[in-house]
């Protein structure tokens, strides 16, 4: 991602009045701001949300669910708290992860096409850098994190019928949390950065 | 034991079970039997409270279970078993794992405590040394069986089996029945078998009830039934041609006995 951002840039930049630092800047912000928080979110919400649906809908079908209701184990809490705390908590340390790959895709894209030297972006990425825009990369992924794993558990908690209808909850799931996420996108990004 | 009085349940305007009452004792096994759809899966899941009865009290040694409140329910599911139709056996855990998840759950055994009373459980239902496998490797008579270990690790006083014998061949079919009927009079529980299996009614049934059109509509033991002259008992129990064939050359067979015996005793008088 990082490495398409940045030979977009360095292609689209026509302009002498520009510095090629630039490119490096406009990698970094929009990494840290958009592409690392919501775009890698958007692949969880697939990737994770349709797990964690079509796990919990497995067990309602297949009575699993029913079975700890009998034993007297609070089912929700022992199945859907532990996803959601897990998404929340680690959901920020792969966007981390996502948004140092991203850079360093950049980097290396730029290496290749020779279009911007190591030094160069290295100083457009260091360049007007906040740390207020990683913090706020992070709480906006602890909330698509909540909303991936409860919409997810939601629909796959409360399935009804057979595996067909384990699917269809699976794709409502990824579905659902999809449009949560770019909702729910907007409206932090009014509340914490406007 | 387990007392039921007037429970009745809906779906949809649909009246699935109408006054439904019953006395389920303890050491014997009770069966609720009926044809698809007649509310023995809705019974006792009410029974147990997966399902919210509509009205009706279930009574487990005089305490009220649907009068409850989360919390006593909660706590009071640790006397209670269930083997579910599909045995419901958790498919990330192993064999030993899925035993041993109450005791885990609900008791303060050490490790040690826990492997015995599961290899304990294993030995009970025949299956000594497969504490290792996972479900998916197990047979649908393994799993069956798994489920009752599972079921009664945690010796429960009430046992719910619901369609044991579902999808399993006869000999099968016989060993979980025979296994059923050993535990329940060996330790006293209070077992509650749905099914329509009438190889089980016949060989465990102490105690039968049988719904039929969302009613209580006869009540008997697996002598009874046999006997019984209600036309949906019959139709219930002989339903197929072959079936009815033997019934009406048994009752051939009784007559002629019957006529025999009198004329054997006009003689003795005369």
Known sequence: MGGVIALQTASNMTSPLLPAYTIGYITQSSTILEFSPTIISLILAGKVGSNISSELGSMRVTEQIDALEI???????????????????????????SMALSLFGGWISLLISNLCSTETYLLGIKTDFKVFNIVYALTKTIVFGFLIASIASFYGYFVKGGSINVGKASTQAVVISSIAILIANFILTQMILL | MIEINNVSKSFNNRQVLSDISGVFEPGKVNLIIGGSGEGKSVLAKCMVGLMEVDSGQVLFDGRDFIAMNREEKTLFREEIGMLFQGAALFDSMTVEENIMFPLSMFTKMTKGEMLKRVNFCLERVNLSGRNNLYPSECSGGMQKRIGIARAISMNPKYLFCDEPNSGLDPKTSILIDALIKDITTEY???????????????????????LYDSKKWWQGNNKSIITTDNPEILNFVYASEFMKEIRTSMQGNRNFLMFLFGIVTTLFIS
Do not use: Q
């Open chain 2, 188 to 210: 006293k529980i209070t077992t509650i078998v749905i099914t329509h299996d009438m190889n089980s009614v016949i060989e465990i049934g102490d105690n039968i009830i049988f």
């Open chain 1, 71 to 97: 034993m007297g184990v609070n089912s929700l809490s022992y199945l859907v708290l532990p996803k959601i705390i897990a998404a929340v908590m680690f959901f920020p340390i792969l966007i981390i992860f």
